[in-house]
Structures are given as structure tokens and as C-alpha cells.
């Protein structure tokens, strides 16, 4: 059974197996079971950029390798078959550069956007607040225009790399006004704190922060496209994120999907490899089945991005469906391997069952895809 919709895909995955086999590997136990205050992997993350993998769909122009989205979105779920959290170091890089990249000033993506690719400097999304996350709208954060630069106040939380980054794309209000913006800014300034939330209970080698702004200052030319398009620009760039989120799934069930096949026949009870037993063998076609519906859905709404269609409808179905595909499959996978998926030491499993849970959670939780495909299909 092929993987593949386009021969390209395939020399994506040798080289992240490639790379998979060098960095990966090495390090992917470590940075899972890194005691707190856990640390940022930046060699890993540089390492990532200069591989060409976070700007592997960005034009080459501004440091990317021109490719398409599916080969990007194979790409992620390569990373993610290997370890999901260092796919996530690629996938939120790629989220906080696609605003620069999409709705930026020519001098603002050649200014930002090379760097982002090679890994040189950490950008993160910054639009999620204590009272704004499913409800995305509801920014406090606000900023206060004074002669040519603004003053921004409020506070983010969960945010992807909040904690380490060097510039946030960072979505609010600006005085007060009801429409939403996105602008740079600087975070190497005294009223940006941030910290690294602790005890994440998967998904480890990307951190994860909580910021606190007061009197933050970017210069008035640093807004991110119109005024008041900010909240258009957060939901575009969130189609794309969720496509990639997709494929962190895919990637996650077809290793659960791996791990179980190859236990499953080596495992004996009652005289035989379990594979021989038919409560074994259905639980493996069901996963095997829902994971081909995930890539299936995951692969179309990629090819709908690389035609320039809209494709919000595709992206929420194939990250919900993945999303609940990983869930299903690792759950399985557990059931498969019994104590041996549940204790660490022995598989795989574990890990997985802890990366897969978020996938239901960021970039939109399963109940706002829900929503966001009941609009499309009944209508507004
Ligand atoms: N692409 C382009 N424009 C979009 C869009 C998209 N995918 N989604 C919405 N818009 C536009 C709409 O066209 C509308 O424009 P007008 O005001 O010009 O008519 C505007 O944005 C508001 O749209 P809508 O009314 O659908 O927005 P809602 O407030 O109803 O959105 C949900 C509700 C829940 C769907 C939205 O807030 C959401 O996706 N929330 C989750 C946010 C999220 O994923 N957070 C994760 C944090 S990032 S890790």
C-alpha cells in the first residue's frame, strides 16, 4: 500500500529518514525525559532550520525550497513518525513565519523571513490568552499607539515557543478598538516575561510559554498587513497549521500502526504470534483503515492549499479526523502491546498515548473543527 499521492513524497521521507537515523534518534529519549525546568533544544532546532525543513514550502526567494504543501505536510509527518515533539519544533516554526510570509511587506518577509528558515531566530504565534483560546476573538491584549510606536499590554498563555522566541507574531487589539491586528515584535525587551510552562504531559522537545507584557514597545510599522485584518489573518494561517496538525497524526497512528503489527508477530500467547488471533487482527484493520481515511483526508485539503483554493472545510476535517485517528490508533497500539505499551521502558507506546493527546487540543480543539465544518456544510 502506497503512502503516496506524488512520487516527490517519497524522497521526502528518505531524507527525514536520513535525518531521523543522525539527530533524532540520538536525542529523542533525552529531550522526552528531560527533568524540569526543561530546555529548549536549540542546536536540534538549528539543526532542523539548515536541513531546509522549516522553510521547505516557502518560496526560495526568502530562503525556502519552493516546494509544495504536500510534500511539507509529508515532511511533518515523517518528523512526527520519528518523535512528534521534534516534528512540532518544525511545524511551529512554519506556523509563526506564515503571517510574515503571507500577509507581511515585501521589506518585512526579507527582513524576518530567510532568518526564520534556517532556524536562525525563533518566531512564535502569539494569539492565545487566558480568556482567548477556543474563543480566539476575545483579545485583551492591547495596544496603545504613541507618536510611531505602539504600547502594548496584556498577557498570552500556551504559547509554542512563547517562551524562547526572539520575535512574536503577536495578534491584538489596538486602542481599544474592536478589530483585531498582527504585529512584530522585538521580545529581547525588559516588559516581555516570559516563562516555560512545566509538567507537559507530551510533545516535550517543543516548550511551551506563558508571557506577560507590560509596556512591550514595536514600532507603528510593524504592523502585519491592513489594520483590523488580524483576526482573518490568525484563522488563514490556521487552516494551514491544521493541515500540519493532521499530519502529526497521520505520522503518529502509522508508527502505532508499525509497532503493533511487528509486536503482534512476535509476540506468542497460546501457542502463536498474537497476530494469529482474530481480536488482534481486527483491532490492526481498523487501525490501518481510519489511518488511510486520515492521510486521504490530510493529502486533499494540502493539494486544495497548493491550488490556492480555500480549503478551511478540508483542513478541519482532516484535523479532526486525524486528531481522532492518532487517539485511536495509539489506543490500540496499547491494547496490542498490553504492560509493555504502558510502561516506557519497553516502547514507544507510552510516549505516543502522551504526544497524540494535544492533537484534539491546539490549533483548534475538536469541538470548534466540529463547528467549523457544521458552517461550511449547513452555512452561516
Ligand atoms: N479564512 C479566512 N477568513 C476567515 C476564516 C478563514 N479560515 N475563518 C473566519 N474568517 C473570517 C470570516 O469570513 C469573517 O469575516 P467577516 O467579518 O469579514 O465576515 C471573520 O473572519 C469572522 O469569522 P467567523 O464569524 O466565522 O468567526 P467566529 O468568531 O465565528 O470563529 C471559531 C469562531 C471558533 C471558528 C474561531 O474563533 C476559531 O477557529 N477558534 C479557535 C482558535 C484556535 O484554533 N486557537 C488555537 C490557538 S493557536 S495554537
Redesign the pocket.
Known amino acids: 500500500m502506497s503512502k503516496n499521492i506524488d512520487p516527490r513524497q517519497e524522497a521526502v521521507r528518505e531524507t527525514v529518514k536520513d535525518f531521523a537515523e543522525k539527530e533524532i534518534y540520538p536525542v529523542s529519549r533525552e529531550l522526552d525525559q528531560m527533568p524540569e525546568p526543561r530546555k529548549f533544544p536549540r542546536e536540534l532546532y538549528r539543526k532542523i532550520g539548515q536541513a531546509g525543513f522549516i522553510g521547505l514550502a516557502m518560496p526560495e526567494k526568502y530562503g525556502g525550497q519552493g516546494k509544495s504543501h504536500v510534500e511539507y505536510i509529508t515532511l511533518i509527518e515523517e518528523l512526527c513518525y520519528h518523535d512528534a515533539g521534534i516534528g512540532l519544533l518544525c511545524a511551529v516554526a512554519e506556523l509563526a513565519t506564515y503571517p510574515i510570509l503571507n500577509f507581511g511587506s515585501d521589506e518585512q518577509k526579507e527582513k524576518y523571513v530567510p532568518d526564520c528558515a534556517s532556524g536562525k531566530i525563533i518566531p512564535a ?1 502569539v ?2 490568552e487566558p480568556e482567548a ?5 476575545n483579545q485583551k491584549t492591547i495596544a496603545v499607539e504613541n507618536g510611531n510606536e505602539y504600547v502594548i499590554n496584556g498577557e498570552k498563555i ?1 504559547i ?1 515557543h512563547g517562551d524562547v522566541a526572539d520575535l512574536a507574531v503577536l495578534f491584538c487589539k489596538i486602542d481599544g478598538k474592536p478589530k483585531i491586528n498582527t504585529m512584530l515584535v522585538d521580545t529581547n525587551q525588559p516588559g516581555w516575561k516570559a516563562r516555560t510552562l512545566k509538567n507537559k504531559m507530551g510533545m516535550r522537545a517543543a516548550t511551551t510559554g506563558g508571557i506577560h507584557l507590560t509596556d512591550v514597545k514595536t514600532p507603528t510599522g510593524n504592523l502585519l498587513g491592513e489594520f483590523g485584518k488580524g ?2 489573518y ?3 494561517t ?2 494551514s ?1 491544521r493541515v500540519g496538525v493532521a499530519a502529526q497524526g497521520v505520522g503518529i497512528a502509522q508508527r502505532a500502526l508499525d509497532e503493533s503489527v511487528a509486536y503482534s508477530k512476535k509476540r506468542q500467547a497460546f501457542g502463536a504470534p498474537i497476530a494469529k488471533l482474530q481480536a488482534i487482527q481486527w483491532m490492526i484493520a481498523d487501525m490501518a483503515t481510519r489511518l488511510e481515511a486520515a492521510r486521504c483526508l490530510t493529502y486533499k485539503a494540502a493539494m486544495k492549499q497548493d491550488n490556492g483554493e ?1 480549503f ?1 472545510l478540508e483542513a478541519a476535517m482532516a484535523k479532526l479526523y486525524a486528531a481522532e485517528t492518532a487517539n485511536f490508533c495509539v489506543d490500540r497500539a496499547m491494547q496490542i502491546h498490553g504492560g509493555y505499551g504502558f510502561i516506557g521502558e519497553f516502547s514507544i507506546i507510552e510516549k505516543l498515548y502522551r504526544d497524540q493527546r494535544v492533537l484534539e487540543i ?3 480543539t475538536s469541538e ?1 473543527q466540529r ?2 465544518i457544521a ?1 461550511n456544510v449547513i452555512g ?1
Open positions: 504565534f494569539l492565545t483560546g477556543s474563543d480566539a476573538a500556551f509554542m483576526f482573518r490568525a484563522m488563514q490556521l487552516d497549521a480555500r478551511s491546539y490549533e483548534g470548534v463547528l467549523v458552517g452561516r
